[in-house]
């Protein structure tokens, strides 16, 4: 059973760090590249970041560039968000996504239920 599991959100002051955790299960996470995205009320869905494996080049939304990092440990089937400076405007549930395929261009194939990130003093 395919399955991705998001985890690590929560509630923190603005310049804080929280760092997501995307757990995968029921297939080969090296064989898929991996995106984050988020949802914030009343706005559409965006990419935040993404690890394409068939080049092990990383896409970066424009307004976190510099503040938030992708990686992945292939062995613990786990991808991460590093999420440091974080801003209100970061205020989001973010989710999880495997491609079907190893680049990022790539159709969205499986989500996890997300996690509320919530940016606020």
């Known amino acids: 059973q395919v399955q991705l599991v998001e985890s690590g959100g929560g509630l923190v002051q603005p310049g804080g760090s929280l760092r997501l955790s995307c757990a995968a299960s029921?297939?080969?996470?090296?064989?898929?590249?991996i995106a984050w995205f988020r949802q914030a009320p009343g706005r559409e869905r965006e990419v935040v970041s993404c690890y394409s494996v068939s080049d092990g080049i990383m896409y970066y939304l424009d307004s976190v560039k510099g503040r938030f990092t992708i990686s992945r440990d292939n062995a613990k089937k786990t991808v991460y968000l590093q999420m440091n400076s974080l801003k209100p405007e970061d205020t989001a549930v973010y989710y999880c996504?495997?491609?079907?395929?190893?680049?990022?261009?790539?159709?969205?194939?499986?989500w996890g239920q997300g996690t509320q990130v919530t940016v606020s003093s």
């Open positions: 029921g297939f080969t996470l090296e064989e898929r590249a």
């Open positions: 996504a495997a491609k079907m395929g190893r680049r990022c261009q790539c159709r969205d194939a499986y």
